[in-house]
């Protein structure tokens, strides 16, 4: 596999090697910690997994981490799950956050671009007088270290100010966006009983206002632990009976107060998909996300107080949480709040011109949609500043990097990145001082032991494995919400290979050190980069009497598409007719959100489940992709085999 392709597609100049912050670390690295001098990345990269402890001591002291007690040692145990960071050690992540006020008062910390395409600029020192504003009111509320709390908001300042207001309390942060329906937010709010909510009137989108005071009024209802509620009028509306009015929080000038916190304090709470039940509360640390972030947004991403950081995301999405830690590196960000192709399909690269965005981050899936839309971005749009394009949220098929090579710039880093909710990072991806080839992310991360292991537990090079990372990274969970002893943490990430991360990746590491990404090897749904959970569906599908049950299933396509159909098994005496389609799709766009609407709804004789009883999706997947019947599943676990020769079949057809 590593010699298809032998020729990088990009490479980076002298100047540019000796200029990027990650060529700086290493130097300093070696010179004040044992890191190699020469030997360039791999190099590096080894030292780091090898001296775990020295490397990440040597990035507290090279991002200048500001501990205001010291940490006894980096790493206390070191055994997954459970591993301890810099116990001793108290900070607070906002502090760092928002550090460039000193020196960069009045320029842009923010810049808020809406569909407009108008990028409307915060800069820091009114950045960190709202934060200063805000905290004084939560704290004035009651709120305490440790409280929850939640806002359902667009990608907007307001957002920013909401999460660096509750981490300079020392409170936990959790958001979903507001296209998600009253009971995808009440599943994941619910878990974590937030005592403060943060919210818009409505929303705007396609050229469409949405208004979401039924919604909000719902959620006020079904969260009995909420002390306030903060109304935000996006789209103009009174402040709504027993709310508080956010100008008013946010109108005083008072310098923040940073609550010192323990390094595992929990910063915030993101949700996985939800494919078995509810979805899992992931909870990260303030001193674990501060210093994966300050690695991989200044030394991977290579930013720094000139950058301009955009990335199109929603803050029910792991990339908003990333893309505000960009403030951590003085790095201005671009909020976009919009549809990704409102006006047209090119809108992404306009906002990137007007906000003059040096590193710019997209899903795949978009990139894919503006080569089929026959976009021209270097012809249409001045990209002169773009120097990097990120995507991630699925791989990057091989086409999309010659698209972006042709149509962008062919002196055009390209960093295909891939990560995880879970460690709301990246496992593999972007290196400022790598060749960049074809359908391949650069490498695995600094501090990151990322291997692809067979189903035995050995590691394999050129060959398709299970993602596999052999060393506790700082950002992996420190627990999930209401999981007392652990073992929901344990069952879903430890059960596999006892002590080692399994992510739910097939991967392949070459010889050459790149790593490709052949999708999920579980049965997560992952469309245009939201990953997504198979039991929403079936909870509001089943909910029709003409459905007996249902299965739905995402492929990932050779070309790079994504097919996601729903397979029904229909009640006695109902038909799949034109009423039923359009029903099951309304119930779904509704209540879940239209990126879970399938590409098509099949009629099926049954659905086959285990003996246990649990529906097979990763077999039926796999036949989907063309993989035998007898290579896709274990015949003994499976209640009615037959069943399974109909997948096989319209596998084949579709073949």
């Given at each position: 596999m590593s010699t298809a392709n032998p020729q990088p597609l990009w490479q980076p100049d002298p100047d540019r090697i000796a200029q990027a912050r990650i060529t700086q670390f290493q130097a300093w690295a070696a010179e004040h910690h044992g890191a190699p001098a020469d030997g360039?990345?791999?190099?590096?990269?080894?030292?780091?997994?090898?001296?775990?402890?020295?490397?990440?001591?040597?990035?507290?002291?090279?991002?200048?981490?500001?501990?205001?007690?010291?940490?006894?040692?980096?790493?206390?145990?070191?055994?997954?799950?459970?591993?301890?960071?810099?116990?001793?050690?108290?900070?607070?992540?906002?502090?760092?956050?928002?550090?460039?006020?000193?020196?960069?008062?009045?320029?842009?910390?923010?810049?808020?671009?809406?569909?407009?395409?108008?990028?409307?600029?915060?800069?820091?020192?009114?950045?960190?007088?709202?934060?200063?504003?805000?905290?004084?009111?939560?704290?004035?509320?009651?709120?305490?270290?440790?409280?929850?709390?939640?806002?359902?908001?667009?990608?907007?300042?307001?957002?920013?100010?909401?999460?660096?207001?509750?981490?300079?309390?020392?409170?936990?942060?959790?958001?979903?966006?507001?296209?998600?329906?009253?009971?995808?937010?009440?599943?994941?709010?619910?878990?974590?009983?937030?005592?403060?909510?943060?919210?818009?009137?409505?929303?705007?989108?396609?050229?469409?206002?949405?208004?979401?005071?039924?919604?909000?009024?719902?959620?006020?209802?079904?969260?009995?632990?909420?002390?306030?509620?903060?109304?935000?009028?996006?789209?103009?509306?009174?402040?709504?009976?027993?709310?508080?009015?956010?100008?008013?929080?946010?109108?005083?000038?008072?310098?923040?107060?940073?609550?010192?916190?323990?390094?595992?304090?929990?910063?915030?709470?993101?949700?996985?998909?939800?494919?078995?039940?509810?979805?899992?509360?992931?909870?990260?640390?303030?001193?674990?996300?501060?210093?994966?972030?300050?690695?991989?947004?200044?030394?991977?991403?290579?930013?720094?107080?000139?950058?301009?950081?955009?990335?199109?995301?929603?803050?029910?999405?792991?990339?908003?949480?990333?893309?505000?830690?960009?403030?951590?590196?003085?790095?201005?960000?671009?909020?976009?709040d919009g549809s990704p192709g409102h006006p047209d399909t090119g809108a992404q690269w306009r906002i990137a011109e007007r906000t003059r965005t040096t590193l710019y981050g997209t899903s795949a899936a978009y990139v894919m949609a503006c080569r089929k839309a026959g976009v021209h971005p270097a012809r249409d749009y001045d990209l002169a500043t773009v120097k990097c394009v990120a995507t991630t949220g699925s791989p990057l098929p091989p086409d999309g990097f010659r698209w972006l090579h042709d149509e962008v710039r062919d002196d055009l880093w390209i960093a295909s990145v891939s990560g995880g909710t879970d460690v709301c990072s990246c496992f593999a991806g972007a290196v400022p001082t790598l060749p960049v080839y074809t359908g391949e992310l650069q490498a695995p991360g600094l501090g990151t032991d990322l291997q692809a292991w067979d189903p035995s537990g050995k590691p394999v090079i050129d060959e398709v494995g299970e993602l596999v990372v052999t060393n506790p990274m700082p950002s992996m969970p420190i627990r999930f919400w209401n999981d007392p002893d652990g073992s929901r943490y344990h069952d879903s990430y430890f059960d596999t290979y006892p002590g080692v991360w399994r992510h739910g990746d097939w991967i392949t590491v070459t010889a050459r050190g790149t790593v490709i990404i052949h999708g999920r090897s579980d049965s997560t749904l992952n469309r245009q980069g939201v990953r997504m959970g198979s039991a929403d569906i079936y909870e509001v599908v089943e909910r029709l009497p003409e459905i007996k049950e249902s299965l739905v299933i995402g492929v990932e396509q050779p070309d790079g598409g994504y097919w996601m159909p729903l397979f029904v098994q229909l009640a006695p005496g109902a038909a799949l007719d034109e009423a039923l389609l359009n029903r099951i799709k309304q119930a779904i766009r509704e209540q879940l959100s239209p990126r879970h609407v399938p590409d098509e709804v099949i009629e099926v004789p049954g659905i086959p489940h285990t003996l246990t009883g649990k529906r097979i999706e990763v077999p039926v997947k796999r036949l989907l992709q063309g993989t035998p019947l007898d290579k896709a599943v274990n015949p003994g676990s499976v209640d009615n085999l037959s069943l399974l020769g109909f997948y096989e079949d319209l596998a084949r057809k579709r073949a």
């Open positions: 360039g990345y791999p190099a590096l990269h080894q030292w780091s997994v090898d001296q775990l402890d020295t490397f990440w001591k040597a990035v507290t002291e090279w991002f200048d981490v500001r501990f205001s007690t010291p940490y006894a040692r980096v790493l206390g145990d070191r055994a997954m799950p459970g591993a301890q960071w810099f116990p001793g050690a108290t900070l607070n992540y906002a502090e760092h956050a928002l550090r460039a006020a000193a020196d960069r008062g009045h320029e842009p910390a923010l810049l808020h671009v809406d569909e407009t395409h108008e990028p409307r600029p915060v800069t820091w020192t009114e950045l960190r007088r709202q934060v200063g504003s805000l905290a004084a009111g939560l704290r004035a509320l009651g709120v305490r270290p440790g409280d929850r709390v939640s806002g359902y908001l667009p990608n907007i300042p307001e957002a920013v100010v909401a999460l660096l207001a509750t981490a300079a309390v020392g409170a936990v942060w959790t958001s979903c966006a507001p296209d998600f329906g009253a009971r995808s937010v009440l599943d994941r709010f619910q878990q974590v009983e937030p005592v403060v909510l943060f919210t818009v009137d409505g929303y705007r989108y396609g050229g469409k206002e949405h208004d979401r005071r039924e919604t909000v009024a719902e959620l006020r209802r079904e969260l009995p632990t909420l002390r306030a509620v903060v109304h935000i009028p996006l789209l103009g509306t009174e402040t709504p009976e027993g709310a508080m009015d956010w100008a008013a929080l946010t109108s005083a000038d008072t310098e923040p107060i940073f609550e010192q916190v323990p390094f595992d304090h929990p910063l915030w709470v993101l949700y996985s998909s939800g494919t078995t039940g509810l979805p899992k509360a992931i909870v990260q640390s303030q001193g674990g996300i501060l210093v994966e972030h300050l690695k991989q947004l200044g030394l991977h991403c290579d930013l720094g107080p000139e950058d301009r950081f955009f990335w199109y995301t929603s803050t029910g999405w792991m990339m908003w949480n990333f893309l505000i830690s960009g403030l951590l590196t003085g790095t201005t960000i671009v909020l976009y």
